[in-house]
């Protein structure tokens, strides 16, 4: 009888000892926080999701990661700013010229004339992505992962304020289009025939529904029907700008992870990659008609639209771009596409 309560008392401690030796395991984990703009619906965030379930679950018991959406952690202007210095760990960026005016170039007009050009042009040797890890790297001090394709970006016209040849460089518009504070944006919005207005994002719907502007630029067709659709009359396909989301670490953070960390994370977000260019190109169809079916109207330009889009933007807005990042790397880019 003792020689079995013995037993059972070896027996207890042993589990005891698993339990603590698990627990402490579990909790020496590394904590570390991803934050992203979009909201917890959205397909990025679903995205970001995957990844960081997959990290988590790859790595477990070394890191685990936790998704903050929707500026849960602040804007992503300050979140990045975080991040540089290392106070949050890793974010989904848009990269903006507040830190370093070469990123304009990630949503140059005329770059892109198609889904098949952004796509080329988000592949890790492309120039593309090859310009902007230098800059996050060089100017930032950030690792960057590569890009996701978030959308086209079109403009959302008040009711009553349709534009009768969008398209047309030679019209003046007479209508006031909100333009984000990017010198290539303002000059091609311009010399496209529109006046513009720079008041931040929180102000346009009110803005469009009190006639203080006309209308809103820098948003794909579902960011546009989710926060615009009760003030919208149209909506302007320009399908020439586009966004996109990039993957950025803070570098002393990321030399810190052990290679199958560094190699997990680094893996799962290839492998989203492609699915989110998918992902987006179907929201862009999906939302169009969302925009459709409430009744309102979408114009979209012809093949020979886009040409003279492009057209002027090579000729107004990239030599404002030149003087910051140089001619070569356009030059680049266009030779990149070009080839099969």
């Known amino acids: 009888m003792k020689r079995t309560i013995r037993q059972l008392i070896s ?11 698990t627990s402490t395991a579990d909790a020496a984990a590394r904590q570390v926080r991803l934050s992203i703009f979009h909201s917890p619906d959205f397909f990025l965030t679903e ?24 500026n849960q952690l602040g804007s992503y202007e300050q979140v990045f700013q975080e991040v540089m210095r290392g106070t949050i760990e890793m974010c989904g960026n848009y990269p903006t010229s507040r830190f370093s005016k070469k990123f304009d170039i990630a949503s140059m007009p005329g770059l892109a ?22 800059i996050y790297e ?8 590569g890009s996701f394709f978030e959308a086209f970006m079109t403009t959302a016209m008040a009711k009553g304020k349709d534009v009768a040849d969008p398209f047309n460089p030679n019209t003046n518009k007479k209508r006031i289009i909100r ?38 630029s820098g948003s794909g067709p579902e960011a546009a029907y989710k926060t615009l659709k009760d003030v919208m009359g149209s909506l302007i396909e320009f399908n020439t700008p586009f966004v996109t989301n990039d993957f950025v670490i ?34 862009h169809k999906k939302y169009i008609k969302a ?50």
Request: hydrophobic fraction near 45%.
């Open 113 to 134: 004339r198609d889904a098949n050009d952004v796509k080329k042009l988000l592949l890790k040797d492309s120039p593309f992505t090859k310009y902007l890890k230098e």
């Open 47 to 70: 995205a970001y999701a995957r990844i960081v379930d997959r990290v988590n679950k790859e790595c477990k018991g070394e890191i685990e990661i936790t998704l903050y959406p929707a």
């Open 11 to 21: 027996i207890t401690s042993l589990f005891l000892l698993v339990f603590v030796f």
């Open 138 to 145: 060089k100017d930032c001090g950030v690792v960057y992962l």
């Open 250 to 283: 803070n570098k002393n953070v990321w030399e810190s992870f052990s290679p199958k960390v560094r190699n997990s994370i680094t893996k799962a977000f290839e492998d989203e990659q492609n699915k989110v260019f998918v992902q987006a190109v179907e929201s």
């Open 291 to 340: 925009i459709k079916d409430a009744g309102i109207k979408v114009v979209s330009p012809t093949p020979k639209d886009a040409e003279v889009m492009v057209k002027v933007a090579k000729e107004k807005a990239w030599p404002v771009a030149y003087k910051v990042m140089g001619k070569e790397i356009f030059i680049e880019i266009q030779n990149y596409l070009k080839k099969k």
């Open 179 to 216: 333009v984000v504070p990017v010198p290539a944006w303002r000059e091609w919005f311009l010399a496209m025939g529109y006046q513009i207005a720079t008041i931040p994002f929180a102000e346009v719907f009110s803005s469009m529904q009190t006639g203080i502007i006309d209308g809103n």
